[in-house]
Structures are given as C-alpha cells and as structure tokens.
C-alpha cells in the first residue's frame, strides 16, 4: 500500500511552517549546447529517468486520527508537467536577476497534496547560459536518498542510454484502508506506538549528546543549551520572504591555504567563511572583541570504521582509499568561529585546531569519501547536514555551514555542460542565514540563503567571502615563498 514515513521525516513536515519552508534547493548554471536545450528535453530526460527515484512519483497520506505515522503513496494522478516548470528572465538576463527569481521560488512552500518537489528551467540567462533550479523537501531525504541531479546528470556529453519504465501506480488507499492497516501495524507490535515516541526522543537525545563545540576545547552540549542566546544579526524572526547570493571560488586556492598553513582544505573554507562574517559585521558596528566567536553547526559525514585520513580529501590518494566506508550517518559538529580574531592565519590556526579534536576522535570521513558516491548528489548531502541541524535547539548555534564536495570533473544534462553549482540550504526558525558550499570541477561555490527582511546586505557576504579567501591566498603566497617578492609570488598548488 506504501511505505510507513520514518518519525524524522514527520518531524521536517510538523516544524514546517509559513515562514521557514523545509525544502533544499540547488542552482545549476549549464552552457547550452550546439543543439540547444529546452523544456521538451528537459522533461524528456526526466520521464525516462525518474523510476531511478521513485519517491518522486510518490506524495504524502496521514492517516484519520494520527493514529499512526503518514504514508508514503503513489500519486495516481502524477503530473510530471506540474512539477518541470519554465521561466525566463528579462533582458539581459543577469546574475542578479536570476538569484531575484530564485529566491521567489525558494521562499513558497511545496503543495503537500503532490509530491513534494519542483524543478525549474531558467532561460534567457546572459552569455548564452540557461539555469536549472530544483526543490526537494527534505522529508524526501532518507539516508539513502537520490536527488534529481543523479538522476539527470552524466559524465559525458552524450546522454547514457536509459529506457523508460511503464509505471503501474499503486491504488490510493482511501481513510479506511489507512486507518485499518495502522490498527494492524499496532495489533502486531502493541508497542509500536510508544516505541515510535522513545525513538524519537532517543534520536534527539544522541544528537545533543554528539554536539561539541571544538573552539578553544570541548565544551558540552547541556551547557551550550542553558546559555542565555547572544543577541545578534544572525538571529531574527523569520518573514516569508528570502535573498540568496553566491559566491565562486576556486578550489586551488583552498590547496594552495592548506599547502602554506596545514590542516585540510575544510579548515581553510571555514577560515574563508569566518573571514567574511567578520566583515559583514563589522559593516554592521556590530562590537567585535578579541575573544568574539559566532557559533555555527558544522555538520560532518561519520566513518564506521577508521580516522579521517587528515588532508581533507579533494585530492590527494584516489576517491574512496583511506577513509573507511561512509556510515549515512551525518553528525552536527559546534564550531566556534573565532571572528573577533583580525589575524587571517590566527584564524585559520584556531579552526584547525578545532578541528583535529574531532579527527581525533577517529569518526570523520574524508571529504573524497563523500565525493566517490555514485551520481552526483550534494543536495542530497546538504539536506543530511541540515537534518542533523533539526535536532538541536536553536539556542546552541547561530547558522549553518555545510560543505560537500562534488566530482572534480564536468557534468552533463543532455549534453548541456554544467559550470557552476550553488547549494540553498533552508533557514532554521529564529535563523537568518545559512551558508552552503559545493566544490565541482574545479571550483568551490557558496550559496547564501538569507531572510529577505533581516539581511537586505547578503550581496555583501558573498563579496566578503571571495576578499577572505583573497587575504588568506595572499599570505599563503608569502609564506610558500618569502623570498620571491612579497604578495605577488607564486603559490604552491
């Protein structure tokens, strides 16, 4: 009849509400091919492929009464049309106007009534580009997830070969039927219910075991909760409305940071981010000290065998040799980022520091582990760190920063080539930003998402994130090679 929904994804769809929608987005920026790209293939390529990913031909039935978990049911009217969607940009088609355009879509909630998850075509992008944007709650994201994108990218211009399936959808259960196969499910296992409550306590009960924040040492998680919340720009109440702004790097520049400095290429990108908040408030006259931290979940994926191999991965030994297999799971690290600190390599040296203690611990996968799964799928693994981020008060941390690398080499969606890719991760209540990253082919791209209301500026802090890295480039250059002539040597890659 379908598929029991798991209390995680209950709890995404209950803490849902009109001003913190709980869907991840992905902006993808393609170069149109030689024979073009349209709506038309765009769908095509879905109805062949979208039996890889059945949940997306699935929507949500509670049962009468609550009396057990909602289900997960085909949609027997399934209408692939609803869901690839087509818009177009004004002339000329800007990067501003495209993240304006964004940011609408990502702000309204999904219909509940249809499967929960859109994908739009933008065209009319400048310098011949066309743009795919996708939604997908996050009550769709299982461990075992599959996102639109594995299922629509490929390594090669030309398309593999996919045959598409007949689908049969399964008859909706009506309220009858619900309610008898839930008084079923608890006749067999009377406890079921209970069982259901204890599991959900227990899963947030070692989720709030499992935050450390790794600033300066290990401070516990109880005593991070009963802190009285720090007033600041980072919180705010939440308006329906939302800003998105993007910033692109390269990810030599992160090795050339590791290189000079140590650590892992992580650590540099958590410097870089620090950096920018840094700026951003200061822009703010917000009161800085030399002590002044800004409290971010950091999630990580957790190994269940060896330590973190320690360079970070994203190069270095092959995609997936020395790390240990990736156990699904993704656990919420607290990271204190020094932002009072003006030194750029003081910075980077207390992150790094903050960050061995967790490798230490022997449960922290390489980021080349992560890169090796099948597909390409970071909004999958985005929308993992932003579950591990659902099980902690808000009080405990002040954004989110999530960080999953992609493959090091280009993808295609019917023979379009991707260029960039820009991670939205959803804002938590009473937070008024959010940063992700994803590194592909080569380069490491930020998307910001924001309250439209609480950061008019987020333009800023992208700008702000591509000076930080500069800075720290910068001083890596003269450390790599103090003799050659100051700023302008040549960094190590």
């Given at each position: 009849m379908g598929e029991r929904m798991t209390p995680a994804d209950v709890a995404f769809l209950l803490r849902e509400t009109r001003t913190s929608p709980q869907h991840v987005g992905q902006l993808a920026v393609f170069r149109t091919p030689a024979g073009g790209f349209d709506y038309d293939r765009l769908v095509r390529l879905l109805e062949e492929r979208i039996s890889l990913a059945p949940r997306y031909r699935q929507k949500v039935r509670t049962v009468p009464g609550h009396l057990a978990n909602p289900m997960w049911v085909d949609d027997p009217a399934f209408d692939i049309g609803y869901h690839v969607r087509r818009s177009a940009l004004p002339r000329p088609g800007t990067d501003r106007e495209l993240l304006e355009f964004c940011a609408r879509i990502e702000s309204r909630l999904l219909d509940r009534a249809r499967p929960l998850w859109e994908i739009y075509l933008v065209e009319g992008l400048s310098d011949g580009r066309l743009a795919i944007l996708t939604k997908t709650h996050e009550a769709m994201v299982g461990d075992d997830g599959i996102d639109l994108a594995q299922v629509i990218l490929d390594a090669a211009p030309a398309p593999r070969r996919t045959v598409e399936t007949i689908w049969m959808p399964q008859a909706e259960p009506g309220p009858v039927a619900l309610v008898r196969d839930a008084v079923l499910e608890v006749a067999r296992r009377p406890l079921a219910l209970a069982d259901t409550a204890r599991a959900a306590l227990r899963d947030v009960g070692t989720t709030v075991g499992r935050a450390t924040s790794l600033a300066g040492g290990v401070v516990s998680a109880g005593r991070a909760i009963v802190t009285r919340p720090v007033v600041s720009p980072l919180a705010a109440a939440l308006s329906e409305q939302r800003r998105l702004a993007v910033a692109r790097t390269r990810l030599a520049d992160y090795r050339a940071v590791r290189d000079a400095f140590g650590g892992t290429v992580n650590d540099a990108m958590l410097a870089v981010v620090t950096g920018a908040l840094r700026g951003w408030l200061q822009s703010r006259s917000e009161p800085l000290r030399a002590a002044s931290t800004v409290r971010a979940l950091v999630p990580v994926g957790v190994s269940d065998a060896v330590a973190d191999r320690?360079?970070?991965?994203?190069?270095?030994?092959?995609?997936?040799?020395?790390?240990?297999?990736?156990?699904?799971?993704?656990?919420?690290?607290?990271?204190?980022?020094?932002?009072?600190?003006?030194?750029?390599?003081?910075?980077?040296?207390?992150?790094?520091?903050?960050?061995?203690?967790?490798?230490?611990?022997?449960?922290?996968?390489?980021?080349?582990?992560?890169?090796?799964?099948s597909g390409f799928a970071p909004p999958t693994l985005h929308a993992l760190g932003a579950r591990a981020a659902s099980g902690l008060t808000r009080r405990m941390f002040q954004l989110v920063v999530t960080n999953v690398p992609g493959p090091q080499w280009p993808l295609y969606a019917s023979g379009a080539r991707m260029t960039e890719t820009f991670p939205i991760v959803p804002l938590g209540p009473g937070q008024a930003l959010s940063i992700a990253v994803s590194s592909y082919d080569g380069g490491v791209f930020y998307g910001i998402n924001a309250d439209r209301d609480a950061v008019p500026d987020v333009a800023q802090v992208a700008e702000l994130i591509e000076e930080s890295l500069a800075e720290l480039v910068a001083v890596a250059a003269e450390a790599s090679n103090p003799r050659g002539g100051g700023r302008g040597s040549a960094v190590r890659r």
């Open positions: 320690g360079d970070g991965g994203y190069g270095g030994t092959p995609p997936g040799h020395g790390d240990g297999e990736w156990s699904g799971l993704v656990r919420p690290l607290l990271v204190d980022l020094p932002v009072g600190e003006p030194d750029p390599v003081l910075r980077l040296a207390q992150l790094r520091y903050a960050m061995a203690s967790h490798k230490a611990s022997g449960r922290a996968v390489g980021a080349d582990s992560l890169a090796a799964l």
